[in-house]
């Protein structure tokens, strides 16, 4: 994909993109690297040619198989509520999707090991990443409800998609002092949570409501 593709014009300009930035910020987006990755990242390449226009409306897109690229405003306070209390070296993802948080979480962290349980999509950011040199990223095919064992402990979790209630697995392969960000709940009544293991125990606090698809068990 050549670099003007990557740059965009248009509707996938940099005035366009800055106008998103400009966005979040209202809306309460403080973390200066966070918003600076909305700002590089070509959200455009991610979603169909078709919808390039629309990628950097601050809106959820289809992606196909009954999926969407999240919210702009939503990866983006994900990745704040992430990097809230300190630098993380490894972070588990669960629902790589199309790629586009793994690209905007990937410099910011030391590590993400990313799991997606549809193999198109897995596959197809696994190009889109490499387009985009990013090498701090492992994908992997499976379902992301069991984690990733043999990569546990995690100091970070972050969950694109909501289960009905926390599994107790993925809380299990966080790290002391580590934090899960995470959608919970029925459809129309998800809260964003975040879980952090502290010595005492796990803290929870609720971050507001959010509007996810369900995590489904197995393989798709
Ligand atoms: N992170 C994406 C959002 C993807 S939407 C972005 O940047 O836009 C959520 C994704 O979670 C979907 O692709 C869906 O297939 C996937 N998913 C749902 N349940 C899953 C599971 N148990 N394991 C892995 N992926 C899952």
Not at 88 to 106: D, F, H, K, N, P
Not at 209 to 215: C, D, G, I, N, T
Request: proline share 5%; glycine share 12%; aromatic share 4%.
């Amino acid at each position: 994909m050549s670099d003007s593709r990557l740059a965009g014009i248009g509707m996938t300009s940099a005035r366009t993109r800055d106008r998103l930035v400009q966005r979040l910020r209202e809306q309460g987006i403080a973390n200066l690297s966070v918003l600076d990755r909305v700002r590089n990242v070509p959200r455009h390449i991610f979603v169909d040619e078709a919808l390039s226009s629309r990628a950097y409306e601050d809106t959820a897109l289809p992606i196909g198989f009954g999926q969407t690229i999240s919210q702009p405003y939503i990866v983006a306070r994900m990745t704040e509520a992430l990097l809230e209390g300190g630098p993380l070296a490894r972070v588990l993802e669960i629902g790589t999707g199309c790629g586009y948080q793994s690209a905007v979480l990937a410099p910011l962290v030391g590590r993400v090991y990313s799991i997606e349980r549809i193999e198109a999509l897995h596959k197809r950011a696994r190009a889109r990443l490499k387009e985009l040199q990013i090498r701090n990223v492992r994908l992997r095919h499976g379902d992301g409800a069991q984690g990733w064992k043999s990569q546990a402990p995690f100091d970070g979790i972050l969950v694109a998609a909501a289960p009905l209630t926390i599994p107790e697995t993925l809380v299990g392969q966080l790290a002391a002092g580590g934090r899960l960000i995470m959608p919970v709940g029925p459809e129309g009544e998800q809260q964003l949570v975040r879980l952090t293991r502290r010595e005492q125990g796990i803290e929870r606090r609720v971050l507001g409501p959010v509007s996810f698809v369900p995590l489904l068990g197995g393989v798709g």
